[in-house]
Structure formats: structure tokens, C-alpha cells
């Protein structure tokens, strides 16, 4: 079946403005994650979502980034007033949740270039 | 708290030869503990998973790898490695208080010679 998706595959950004980025999870999976990809950083957790709701945002860097999720489905990652320290590769995952035991499957993911 | 190392950043092997990635975790309970592998310009794709019974588990293309309480890893093994496996190697630990986010290892890059 279907992966997960995400879009725009790459986007490139002047800083300042801001970003929306895309995931659509596997059906059926009711728990989507963001995670970040960086070459400073390696990869880092950002937020999790259990149906429409986020029990953990602990990894979101600053106020500048948000995330929700609608109908249980598609989460969109906004941030606000980009900044270059934001070029990075942001990766989303699902999983049937309700429990870590559940794997993770990844999106290809949105190459992100703050200019 | 939780935290994942790989000792080694990168490593180069023959094509045929055997294969052992480290990894070992932090962790106050029963971890549940995975492998991702992530070739150039794709996602992550889980290789294999460890929540609890035999502390041998067998993965996709070939790969298998241990936990040991003891020894706090989970190192990832492939008795002889293809020229198609050259990527980059990810453990991850999960299972957090009210979470199921994974934390990360900074990764081992794999190069193989023919």
C-alpha cells in the first residue's frame, strides 16, 4: 500500500517568510511524528501526535514552529519567520501508535533551504 | 535520560566480509530498541526491532542483532555484506514515559568496496 508521503519534496525560502510543510501518514496509522534532520544536529524528534491531539512537543526548537493535525490524517509542520539555522531535512513518520512498540515509517521528507 | 551512541562514524568494508555496527543505549527500563538504515537521498527504512523475548531478532536483507542487558547495546550484524548495503545506519531507542518518540543516534556511514 501507499507510504507516507510528504510535500514539497524541496523548498527553498528567503528568511523571514514563513513555511508550511506537508505529511500524509499510512492509513490507518493514528500516530504521526516530525522529526528533524540536520548535519549539526543529526536527527531530532520535534512532535508527537496521537490522532488529532500532540501529548508530546517537547522537540519543537522555538515558538516559531508549529504543527497540527487534522481529521486524525494530514499534519502540517508551519514555521513562522524562517531563520538559516532551519535548513534541514524534516522527516515525518507513522505508526499504528497507542504504544512504542509500534515501528515507524518514514516519508521521504521536505528538504528545507533558508536563504 | 534516554540517549543513543554509536561509537563509530564511519567504517569500510570488502564486499563479503562481515559486518558489526555498534550501538548502546541509555535507558531506566526495558528499552525498545531499533535499527534504520537510510541510503543517499531517501528515507529511513526500518531494518529491524527489539521489544522483548529472543534477544536475537532477524531483520530485511539479511541483517540481524543482539541486545545484551548487560552490555547495554543492540548491535546490528550481517555475516557478509553486499555492495547494496552502503548507507547510512541508524539505532534508535524508544518507549518514553507518555511518548513514543524515538531518540536517535548520530548514525555510522558504511562504505564497501568491491
Known amino acids: 500500500g501507499a507510504g507516507v508521503s510528504q510535500s514539497p519534496s524541496n523548498k527553498v525560502t528567503e528568511k523571514g517568510k514563513d513555511v508550511e510543510l506537508r505529511c500524509d501518514p499510512i492509513s490507518g496509522h493514528t500516530a504521526l511524528y516530525w522529526y528533524r534532520q540536520s548535519l549539526g544536529q543529526g536527527l531530532e524528534f520535534l512532535i508527537y501526535f496521537q490522532g488529532n491531539s500532540a501529548p508530546d512537543k517537547s522537540g519543537l526548537p522555538s515558538d516559531r514552529f508549529s504543527a497540527e493535525r487534522t481529521g486524525g490524517s494530514v499534519s502540517t509542520l508551519t514555521i513562522q519567520r524562517t531563520q538559516q539555522e532551519d535548513s534541514a531535512v524534516y522527516l515525518c513518520?507513522?505508526?499504528?501508535?497507542?504504544?512504542?512498540?509500534?515501528?515507524?515509517?518514514f516519508g521521504p521528507g521536505t528538504r528545507l533551504t533558508v536563504l | 535520560a534516554q540517549s543513543v551512541t554509536q561509537p563509530d562514524i564511519h567504517i569500510t568494508v570488502s564486499e563479503g566480509a562481515s559486518l558489526e555496527l555498534r550501538c548502546n543505549y541509555s535507558y531506566g527500563a526495558t528499552p525498545y530498541l531499533f535499527w534504520y538504515v537510510q541510503s543517499p537521498g531517501q528515507g529511513l527504512q526500518l531494518l529491524l526491532k527489539?521489544?522483548?523475548?529472543?534477544?536475537l531478532v532477524q531483520g530485511i536483507k539479511g541483517f540481524e542483532a543482539e541486545f545484551k542487558r548487560s552490555q547495554s547495546s543492540f548491535n546490528l550484524r550481517k555475516p557478509s555484506v553486499h555492495w547494496s548495503d552502503a548507507a547510512e545506519y541508524f539505532c534508535?531507542?524508544?518507549?518514553?514515559?507518555?511518548?513514543?518518540?524515538?531518540?536517535f543516534g548520530t548514525g555510522t556511514r558504511l562504505q564497501v568496496f568491491p
Open positions: 534508535a531507542v524508544g518507549g518514553g514515559h507518555n511518548t513514543d518518540k524515538l531518540i
Open positions: 513518520a507513522s505508526s499504528l501508535g497507542g504504544s512504542a512498540q509500534m515501528a515507524q515509517y
Open positions: 527489539y521489544f522483548s523475548g529472543d534477544t
